[in-house]
Nanobody
Framework: QVQLVESGGGLVQAGGSLRLSCAAS????????MSWYRQAPGKQRELVAA???????NYADSVKGRFTISRDNAKNTVYLQMNSLKPEDTAVYYC????????WGQGTQVTVSS
């Protein structure tokens, strides 16, 4: 069983930064691949970034070079550092993982104004 609780969303101006956090419950956290997805109104949910248990990472082309995913296993937390934000980054951001089943956070709103 895994519970995911997200925080850190908000309103920022274009070019600004935010750091999202996802706090996970469970002793298996260190073995899990953790991901961030986002969904804008009227659009499909898309994978933004992922990090494996050995800290291999993968990013959507649209955020590569601007976003960084990281994890702190001692805190059972995964982060998404978002720099050089663009209005196109506006979306609800969701934390995700999968073990025997899929788990999603509640989502946190990121709004980037121009």
């Amino acid at each position: 069983q895994v519970q995911l609780v997200e925080s850190g969303g908000g309103l920022v101006q274009a070019g600004g930064s935010l750091r999202l956090s996802c706090a996970a419950s469970g002793s298996i956290f260190r073995f899990l691949t953790m991901s961030w997805y986002r969904q804008a109104p009227g659009k499909q949910r898309e994978l933004v970034a992922a990090i494996t248990s050995v800290r291999s990472t993968n990013y959507a082309d649209s955020v590569k070079g601007r976003f960084t995913i990281s994890r702190d296993n001692a805190k059972n937390t995964v982060y998404l550092q978002m720099n050089s934000l663009k209005p196109e980054d506006t979306a609800v951001y969701y934390c995700h993982t999968e073990s025997r089943q899929q788990y999603w956070g509640q989502g946190t709103q990121v709004t980037v104004s121009s």
